[in-house]
């Protein structure tokens, strides 16, 4: 058997990497575009009115409201758009204006351990792609035994 030469295993080397490089570079411009990293915010449990708080920001888009859904122990609960006063969210430079905070009753839970998670709404596609990106940590928190209260 004929021994390849050096010239031919130097150039399917280098072709190999420039594939490499050109689907790395390919993935991460689609994950780039479809998922961005443009969305931050917060959420937590206010007991006195036993809601979900919060604020989301779009970086991309600072003065734009944000759609937000939340999800209690992994069911859609609620959708609003976050466009309540949070003063506190623009003092701080996180947004262009202080419209940007949500809040979301809680629906009747048993009593035991819960978590919420809050995520902005990014549409795609003219409209026809919908992406889920979550704002914050998940939000722990704990019904019934005479302690309602969030876990820390």
């Given at each position: 058997?004929?021994k390849?030469?050096?010239?031919?295993?130097?150039?399917?080397?280098?072709?190999?990497?420039?594939?490499i490089?050109?689907?790395?570079?390919?993935?991460?411009?689609?994950?780039?575009?479809?998922?961005?990293?443009?969305?931050?915010?917060?959420?937590?449990v206010?007991?006195?009115?036993?809601?979900?708080?919060?604020?989301?920001?779009?970086?991309?888009?600072?003065?734009?409201r944000?759609?937000?859904?939340?999800?209690?122990?992994?069911?859609?609960?609620?959708?609003?758009?976050?466009?309540?006063?949070?003063?506190?969210?623009?003092?701080a430079?996180?947004?262009?204006?202080?419209?940007h905070?949500?809040?979301?009753?809680?629906?009747?839970?048993p009593?035991?351990?819960?978590?919420?998670?809050?995520?902005?709404?990014?549409?795609?596609?003219?409209?026809?792609?919908?992406?889920?990106?979550?704002?914050?940590?998940?939000?722990?928190?704990?019904?019934?035994?005479?302690?309602?209260?969030?876990?820390?």
């Amino acid at each position: 058997m004929k021994k390849p030469s050096s010239n031919l295993v130097h150039i399917l080397i280098a072709k190999a990497i420039i594939e490499i490089v050109l689907v790395g570079t390919i993935a991460v411009g689609f994950n780039a575009t479809v998922f961005p990293p443009t969305f931050h915010g917060w959420g937590e449990v206010e007991l006195e009115s036993k809601a979900i708080v919060g604020w989301a920001v779009n970086d991309a888009s600072p003065w734009e409201r944000v759609q937000v859904q939340l999800f209690i122990d992994g069911r859609l609960v609620g959708d609003q758009i976050a466009n309540l006063p949070r003063p506190d969210v623009a003092n701080a430079g996180w947004a262009a204006d202080q419209w940007h905070g949500y809040k979301f009753s809680r629906p009747t839970l048993p009593d035991g351990m819960h978590e919420a998670r809050v995520y902005a709404v990014r549409s795609s596609g003219a409209q026809t792609r919908y992406t889920l990106q979550l704002l914050g940590d998940p939000i722990r928190f704990t019904l019934g035994g005479g302690y309602e209260g969030q876990n820390k």
